[in-house]
């Protein structure tokens, strides 16, 4: 499958490029062993990719990253780090630590993040642009764009959830618009759902990310299941 994906390097843009559509388990969580087994159960088939939250990476470190790859289906890993300044210094130790792709934020200044795409480009590693928090997501997303990130990441945070009651699983409109606006592969993230993630693959998000909806879920693997069974990937 030969197109949107083709540009994105390393590992991420090798299964993007296999499977066309990607569940992303967001392991937010504080404790490595935990971690380890959610994903594990998790990893259901090739087009699941495991994320080292950001609590995860703030309480353990970038070496999380390198643990989650050494599961036995050898995943993908992202690493949440929402970079916002020394691009090129925090991708670099994110790749050096297992990081097949890592993210920085979309408001970080132009330098940062294309210093980011620069290391990024330089060690094969995928550069995803996270839009959280920002005012104007389709302009954000025509600037990563011009910027040259890899992938832009529409997404709900959970304080904005929380207080207006609204998640990234009902707005397929603004994922078909950040898409075009893009004109690349597309992430979206915010309290998805395994069921709402059919809609979002639809309305153009390739990379679907899902975190506690997996990861408290009373079965992970039935709910990592469900949420690939819905994207329909392109691989076993």
Do not use: W
């Not at 499977?19 to 159960?41: S, T």
């Amino acid at each position: 499958m030969l197109g949107l994906a083709s540009r994105v390097p390393g590992r991420l843009g090798e299964r993007l490029e296999e499977c066309g559509g990607l569940l992303q388990v967001a392991l937010d969580l504080d404790d490595i062993a935990v971690a380890v087994r959610i994903g594990f159960q998790a990893a259901v088939s090739p087009a699941v990719v495991l994320e080292a939250g950001t609590p995860l990476v703030k309480v353990e470190g970038l070496r999380a990253a390198r643990i989650l790859r050494a599961l036995p289906q050898e995943p993908v890993v992202v690493a949440d780090t929402k970079t916002f300044d020394t691009g090129r210094l925090e991708f670099t130790l994110a790749h050096r630590y297992g990081a097949d792709a890592a993210t920085v934020l979309a408001l970080a200044p132009d330098e940062t993040i294309e210093e980011a795409v620069s290391a990024g480009e330089e060690l094969g590693m995928a550069v995803i642009g996270d839009l959280i928090g920002h005012p104007d997501p389709v302009e954000g997303a025509r600037r990563l764009r011009r910027l040259g990130v890899h992938v832009a990441l529409l997404h709900i945070g959970i304080d904005v959830q929380r207080r207006l009651g609204i998640t990234a699983g009902q707005i397929p409109d603004l994922v078909a618009r950040v898409r075009e606006a893009f004109q690349g592969p597309v992430a979206v993230a915010g309290g998805v759902k395994p069921g709402e993630a059919g809609t979002l693959a639809r309305a153009g998000a390739q990379i679907i990310v899902i975190g506690g909806a997996i990861t408290k879920a009373s079965d992970p693997r039935g709910a990592a299941a469900e949420a690939v069974r819905n994207i329909r990937p392109g691989c076993p």
